[in-house]
């Protein structure tokens, strides 16, 4: 498991408990002690949490920076800014585009700032909060019940929304992307979200770095044939590209 991984899924434990042991995490997470002391170290000097004695606790003052959503960001950050420069690059001028919730669509969104001439729907508040200067953007939140964790806005109410609209293009990330169990998602209270959002434009655009293609995590949400285009890195495995390519999707690769 990666050092960002660990990083996510002890936040995600001290975020519910309140506290994490260095022998637990240790033992659940398949790593030396002395590796869950370097993580914890990392994660303290970035003020996700606060030390103790053999552990740590939940660090005092919570905000946008200590939830899983920014954590997030913090992985693959180059890999994710020039995927996130290409497809900016796609996006032309009068168009309407939905930018779904995640951490490389946050960067999607933050390559477009300087645009003018576009229509953005979100269900995403720091995809939204990021376009707030860019007047010459029309901006429309999806309106829904909140997820705290990762400050977007899911539900029956956003569903109903999104399914009134059609976009040009539609711009998703996922938990993982693989050739024969389609787009998965982390979080199943928001599966019937993404696939509202993946009927209304015939320009599905999948944004992912190398760690999400061939991943398969908790939630079905299509198969990899309602995506158009995949635009991940050169990283990735070059054997699931392949078989992506002959289900008639298209791949854009780029450099990190």
Partial sequence: ???????????????KDGTVKVNELAEMLNVSTMTIRRDLQGMLDKGLIERTYGGAVLAKERNLLQTPLLLRLQNQVEEKRVIARTVAQMIKHGETIYIAAGTTTYWVAKALTHRSGLTVVTNSLPVANLLIPSESIEVIVVGGFLRRKEYSLVGHFAENMVRDLRMDKVIIGCGGVHPEFGITNEYPEEMMMDRAYMSISDNVIVVADHTKIGRVTTSYTRPVTAVHTIVTSNLASMEMIEQFRHQGVEIVLVEP
């Fill in 1 to 15: 498991m990666f050092k960002e991984s660990r990083w996510q899924k002890i936040q995600e434990i001290v975020n």
